[in-house]
């Protein structure tokens, strides 16, 4: 059982240019979201998602966007890139409703942007 | 919105003594408590949570307190090894808005077990 894959696991970007970061779980999770880690910081919501078909904007949404065609899979989106978005990406699942329920993450995608 | 302040930044404990982190939240309404460990290089890993209702739970060597009235919960590690070193976050349901039933994030506390 994989869990949370993520893809990739690292990449260098140009600004400007533009990426789709993958996030697959196939623990038939309903919930699922995308995360930003910076030093000091913690953890932060970029957009999240509570079914197949649905997105809505956390706390820090501007320069992203989201996509979930399928129920297992959920794709974070860079239109073009900024170094301001030098993070490192964590994709996570839950059961349902965030507030109560575990979630579970992936290992993480770091992306650079020269 | 929530807003969760986790303390200390940096924790170093000697191999066997216990550690304690802390963290305090604004919003009453939250009722959901996780903590998560992570290890350098790898995602955040659910190690125990806590739910309004409860005050405290236990698992082997780990433990966590709620005191809803202060708003503030805590993570007790007993019995420390090395293999306890790692970066620790806990984090609160937010129970309003638009983003109702989300988690808020501490900063996350990096523990250091020296053998």
């Known amino acids: 059982n994989a869990g949370v894959t993520q893809t990739p696991k690292f990449r260098v970007l140009k600004t400007g240019q533009s990426m789709t970061l993958l996030c697959a779980q196939d623990?038939?999770?309903?919930?699922m979201y995308w995360y930003r880690q910076d030093p000091g910081m913690g953890l932060r919501l970029i957009h999240y998602?509570?079914?197949?078909?649905?997105?809505a904007k956390g706390e820090v949404p501007d320069g992203y966007n989201v996509s979930r065609l399928k129920k297992q899979n959920f794709l974070l989106g860079l239109e073009s890139a900024a170094p301001s978005q030098t993070s490192v990406y964590f994709c996570?699942?839950?059961?349902?409703?965030?507030?109560?329920?575990?979630?579970?993450f992936g290992d993480g995608t770091r992306l650079s942007i020269l | 919105g929530e807003n969760v302040e986790q303390h200390p930044s940096t924790l170093s404990v000697q191999e066997g003594d216990s550690a304690v982190i802390k963290c305090t939240y604004s919003?009453?309404?939250?009722?959901?408590f996780p903590w998560y460990k992570q290890e350098l290089g790898k995602g955040p890993q659910l190690i125990i949570d806590?739910?309004?209702?409860?005050g405290e739970k236990k698992d082997q060597r780990i433990a966590v307190t709620l005191n809803k009235t202060a708003k503030h919960f805590s993570l007790h590690i007993t019995e420390t090894q090395p293999e306890d070193s790692a970066v620790y976050f806990c984090?609160?349901?937010?129970?309003?808005?638009?983003?109702?039933?989300?988690?808020?994030f501490g900063k996350g506390t990096k523990l250091s077990v020296k053998p």
């Open positions: 996570a699942s839950s059961a349902s409703w965030g507030g109560n329920q575990p979630q579970h």
């Open positions: 623990m038939n999770h309903e919930y």
């Open positions: 998602s509570v079914g197949e078909g649905t997105t």
């Open positions: 919003d009453s309404a939250s009722n959901y």
């Open positions: 806590i739910r309004s209702n409860v």
């Open positions: 984090a609160a349901s937010q129970n309003y808005g638009g983003s109702q039933g989300n988690l808020i």
